[in-house]
């Protein structure tokens, strides 16, 4: 009788060498997809900043401008932390936006 060896590989199959990305308990492909807030979006998912400006969530956050609460400005989401409003660097500010009607809103 051969002893049979357990930690062989028995076929074919994906053998990963980094831990694959989470949001939440759900795995994501950072190819094409990004976690905010623990939801899974799109890469080149928009959402709408204020009433006319256009952002893309998995890079940059929408935060009101701290003079004017009514106003706002687009800041970089800093890859490795979590970004926050008061911390990270301006993008623009939505008065010189242009919205852009080509852009999917989902």
């Not at 970089?76 to 979590?82: D, I, R, T």
Request: aromatic share 10%; glycine share 6%.
């Amino acid at each position: 009788m051969v002893p049979r060896t357990l930690d062989a590989p028995m076929g074919p199959g994906l053998w990963l060498c980094q831990q694959a990305p989470r949001c939440g308990d759900k795995i994501y492909n950072p190819l094409e997809q990004c976690c905010n807030d623990d939801t899974i979006l799109p890469l080149n998912r928009t959402n709408l900043c204020g009433p006319n400006c256009t952002f893309w969530p998995c890079f940059e956050l929408c935060c009101p401008e701290s003079f004017d609460p009514k106003k706002y400005v687009v800041k970089l989401k800093v890859l490795g932390v979590k970004s926050r409003c008061y911390s990270s660097p301006i993008s623009g500010d939505c008065a010189s936006r242009k919205m852009f009607s080509h852009l999917e809103r989902y």
